[in-house]
């Protein structure tokens, strides 16, 4: 299975990838600074709709990240398409929205972290936020 | 057996005339007439919902899958995403080929398309759409022929 965690921006569906991965628990936020600080932007934040490999999970599903337009709907038609065009099954692909998991807090505090460089306010508002929300219904980590 | 996508805006009109020549459904020897356009499937019909949508259009004589696909202003990046995908799960890209038809739109069949699809104007839009597809029809039989996939098949039937 390929689970691929989805958004418009790409540090949002990274969250929910480590968090999905167990690198980021819901409980025990110290390692923040770290991935936080490899946040930075590049690139590679705006290459849409090509999924990069970020683990495997306890499951042994691959977790991918992935950055979306507005088109999304569309393009992920065009996928499944794609994948049954080659006979393979689309539901191998598991497609998660970020976006509609990572609230408010969470938003501001990247913007603070990274955007104005204010880390300790930032890094604040991030950890409030995975505290005060249930942000990933397929967690695998153990723990 | 090779795949070959041909894409544009919408899935509507170059995709679906560009794919007919190499089919044969329409002739590379003559501008084909409104009526046998307007035979052709999919041809000024699919919506805003068909897009993103990969349609068979046919196989042609030597066996290949020929489909058409309306994704928008996404056509450049179309063929990244696909190898991405094909990369993750396992596909051979290598008998893959997708092909952008919208460098052979004219601001005529722009306009019509539009108008017909987007307004749902069908009575003015259609009648531009076909007068454009007409004046353009050239472009799209060259698309055709600089198609690598195409060319082999040429040689093959030499």
């Known amino acids: ?143 | 057996m090779k795949k070959i996508i041909y894409h544009c805006y919408g899935g509507s009109h170059s995709s679906v005339v560009t794919s007919a020549i190499h089919l044969g459904y329409l002739s590379k020897d003559a501008i084909p007439t409104p009526e046998e356009l307007m035979k052709l499937p999919f041809f000024d019909k699919q919506n805003d919902a068909d897009h993103g949508t990969l349609n068979l259009m046919g196989i042609d004589q030597f066996g290949n899958e020929v489909y058409i696909c309306g994704c928008r202003n996404h056509g450049k990046i179309l063929a990244n995403v696909m190898n991405r995908i094909a990369e993750i799960a396992g596909i051979d890209m290598h008998s893959i080929k997708c092909i952008d038809t919208l460098k052979g739109v004219n601001l005529l069949m722009r306009l019509g398309g539009f108008i017909s699809r987007k307004l749902r104007l069908i009575a003015i839009g259609r009648p531009l759409v076909i007068k454009g597809t007409l004046q353009a029809y050239d472009k799209f039989i060259q698309i055709v022929a600089e198609d690598s996939f195409a060319k082999q098949d040429i040689n093959q039937e030499k």
């Not at chain 1, 690139?43 to 999924?51: A, H, Q, T, V």
């Open chain 1, 1 to 143: 299975m390929k689970i691929v965690y989805y958004s418009t921006e790409k540090r949002i569906s990274k969250i929910m990838a480590f968090i999905h991965l167990g690198k980021l628990r819901l409980n025990n936020v110290n390692n923040l600074e770290r991935i936080i600080d490899g946040f930075k932007k590049s690139k590679y934040d705006k290459i849409l709709y090509e999924p990069l490999y970020v683990g495997t999970d306890c499951r042994n599903d691959q977790v991918y990240i992935m950055v979306v337009d507005k088109q999304k709907d569309i393009m992920f038609k065009f996928i499944s398409d794609f994948l049954k065009m080659n006979s393979k099954n689309p539901q191998e692909f598991i497609f998660i929205n970020a976006d509609k998991s990572v609230g408010l807090l969470v938003r501001i505090g990247i913007f603070f972290a990274i955007d104005l460089g204010l880390k300790s306010w930032g890094y604040h508002f991030i950890r409030k936020g995975i505290d005060n929300f249930s942000m990933c219904s397929l967690t695998s980590s153990p723990g």
